[in-house]
């Protein structure tokens, strides 16, 4: 330590007062202790720490004013402690405590000066707090897989992460303090915007980096204590996203196309009717012709659709099938011509493309066609007669290559003189009309159905049900059929669950109840008890399957007309048609 150089003259050398002065002005706090530890110095900042008056201290062992005060070790050891850190009550100390010698380098007392650190520590404590936020905020920032820069107030970039290097495809060096227009081919900064306008913008699609990506923006200026201090932005890429959606648009198609795979092959039967109803169709799908698709619900004409469409030179086109009947009408236009960007409210703000324009290159098998509103009629006409389609909220129209094989129920031409469908449309329409005869006038196909559902249902169960007795068979020949092949599908699903599964030989107990047909009153009657014995069931299903059961009971006293069906139910036509769509994908 260095001496204290004092001025030896005696006309300068300072007081006792001057001394005083010096030792209260020094914000150190200082004790010193005589040869026996007795506290003899004391200054205002030792007072003011230590909460004692100089009067009280002065005079006393200094353990008394310090308890754990090393003064009295320092004092027999000679030895000075330096920089010396120690606690005195809450606070926190450093000190440095020597010893003091006469002349002849006798320890004739000690002193220790020492300086509060409690604050100091408090900060250096909070400043390790905020140097661990820092590093936990710019863990996440680096972790971002969304692009992040700062700008300070003098639009310099200050801060990027590397998810914006790699969009921007710069290192942080070539853009660290430079305007953050460095990162822009084309458009404006919209750091710069946000610090103009304080305002933040929000989902800007602009294009970035060298390889110009899509993204979309956010920003937002830093406001601190109402001062600009500089942005941030956020850049989302959505290169992927639309990559990808592209991806899965074309495994849709493909989904679709996959879907698509039944042949006239799959059409089961040999009567002359079915027969000539095949024939017809693949004559039908060697031509670009619309094909009309005329019979009973039931009766095959979706798996005609397949058939002509995976016989056409368009079977690599998609397949797509829309059931008019089942889209509220306030949808269908939109569903099946698109629609413009924002054209009502609850559009997509950029459009979408309709079914028609989907199946570009492909078919589109419109279901249950007489369902379509007048409105639509019209705009399907033009299309037939343009090829042309314009999508709802645009002028524009669009050049489409899709062919049309509508199906109907009911009689179109019946519909046509109750002024339900338009004429013109309707002769566009059935150029190639094929008409799908009912199961009742092909009884003699019912074996030949009963093997290949059976085979069909046994995949699909589990099961290994052979043949049907004659007796079970005949059974069914006796039957109506209002819901034709789709329905004999459900009576032997029905047998199917009635046997054991030990059983291989479906018998006429295993049926479920049918109407039986009376050709000459058209009325119906059940034919046997119930054979369904299925146990506990919830209400819920059995509510369900007592709806099926009405809604095939009045489609079989009206020969499968669903108007008239609907009517006797007591509900709409839309309605029956949902029911029966929920049904068929039981
Ligand atoms: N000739 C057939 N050979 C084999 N399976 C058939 C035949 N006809 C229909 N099917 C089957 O019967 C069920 C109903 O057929 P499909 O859905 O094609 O009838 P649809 O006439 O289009 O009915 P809807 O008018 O109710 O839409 C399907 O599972 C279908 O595979």
Redesign the pocket.
């Known amino acids: 330590m260095d001496h204290l150089h004092l001025c030896t003259e005696k006309e300068f050398t300072p007081t006792f007062h001057e001394l005083e002065v010096v030792l209260n002005s020094t914000h150190d706090a200082m004790i010193a202790v005589n040869k026996q530890g007795i506290v003899n110095v004391v200054n205002n900042a030792a007072e003011k720490f230590l909460g004692v008056t100089a009067q009280e201290a002065l005079g006393r062992p200094v353990h008394h004013v310090i308890p754990n005060s090393r003064l009295e070790i320092v004092l027999k050891t000679g030895i000075p402690e330096l920089n010396q850190q120690q606690h005195i009550g809450s606070a926190c100390i450093v000190t440095n405590r020597v010893p003091v010698r006469d002349e002849s380098g006798q320890v004739v007392g000690a002193v220790a000066v020492f300086r509060d650190i409690t604050e100091i520590r408090q900060l250096a404590e909070e400043i390790t707090n905020l140097k661990e936020i820092q590093e936990m905020l710019e863990a996440i920032i680096n972790s971002s897989q969304d692009a992040i820069s700062v700008v300070n107030e003098n639009e310099k970039i200050v801060l990027v992460n590397p998810a914006y290097t790699r969009l921007v495809g710069m290192t942080k060096e070539e853009v660290l303090g430079k305007s953050p227009t460095v990162d822009i081919q084309e458009g404006e900064s919209m750091h710069l915007k946000v610090m103009k306008t304080m305002r933040p913008v929000r989902g800007v699609p602009l294009h970035a980096g060298p390889q110009g990506k899509e993204v979309i923006v956010n920003a937002a200026p830093i406001i601190v204590n109402g001062r600009l201090r500089g942005s941030v932005a956020i850049s989302h890429d959505v290169s992927e996203i639309k990559h990808l959606t592209a991806e899965l648009d074309h495994m849709k198609s493909l989904v679709r196309r996959m879907i698509s795979q039944y042949t006239a092959d799959?059409?089961?039967?040999s009567s002359k009717a079915?027969r000539m109803a095949v024939e017809q169709a693949l004559k039908a799908a060697a031509t670009p012709a619309t094909v009309l698709l005329a019979?009973e619900?039931?009766?095959?004409?979706?798996?005609f659709a397949h058939a002509i469409y995976n016989a056409s030179s368009r079977k690599s086109g998609p397949f797509i099938r829309v059931n008019c009947a089942a889209i509220p009408d306030t949808l269908l236009e939109s569903e099946l011509f698109g629609y413009e960007g924002g054209a009502f409210t609850g559009a997509r703000k950029t459009g979408k493309k309709g079914l028609v324009a989907e199946a570009n290159g492909g078919t589109i098998f419109l279901?249950e066609i007489s369902e379509i509103p007048p409105m639509i009629q019209a705009k399907l006409l033009r299309f037939l007669q343009e090829k042309e389609i314009t999508p709802v909220g645009s002028t524009k129209s669009i050049k489409v290559d899709t062919r049309i094989i509508a199906?109907s129920?009911v009689d179109l031409e019946k519909a046509v003189q109750r002024n339900a469908f338009r004429e013109d449309l309707f002769y566009r329409i059935s150029v190639f009309p094929i008409f799908i005869p009912p199961l009742r006038e092909r009884l003699e196909d019912l074996p030949e159905?009963v093997n290949?559902l059976l085979k069909k249902l046994n995949k699909e169960y589990g099961r290994d049900v052979r043949q049907m007795s004659p007796e079970a068979l005949a059974v069914l020949s006796h039957y109506h059929w209002p819901g034709n092949?789709?329905e004999l599908?459900n009576v032997l699903g029905r047998a199917l669950i009635n046997m054991r599964p030990t059983e291989n030989t479906v018998l006429p107990q295993y049926l479920p109840p049918l109407a039986t047909y009376d050709r000459h009153t058209a009325g119906h009657k059940h034919s046997q008890p119930t054979g369904d014995k299925s146990g506990c069931q919830s209400l819920a299903s059995i509510l369900e399957a007592a709806e099926q059961k009405a809604i095939e009971d009045a489609l079989a006293a009206h020969g499968g007309n669903r108007v008239e069906a609907a009517d006797t139910l007591g509900i709409a036509v839309r309605s029956l048609y949902y029911k029966?769509e929920k049904y068929?994908h039981k």
């Open positions: 799959d059409i089961i039967g079915i019979g619900s039931g009766t095959g004409k979706e798996l279901d199906a129920n159905l290949f092949i789709r599908e029966l068929r």
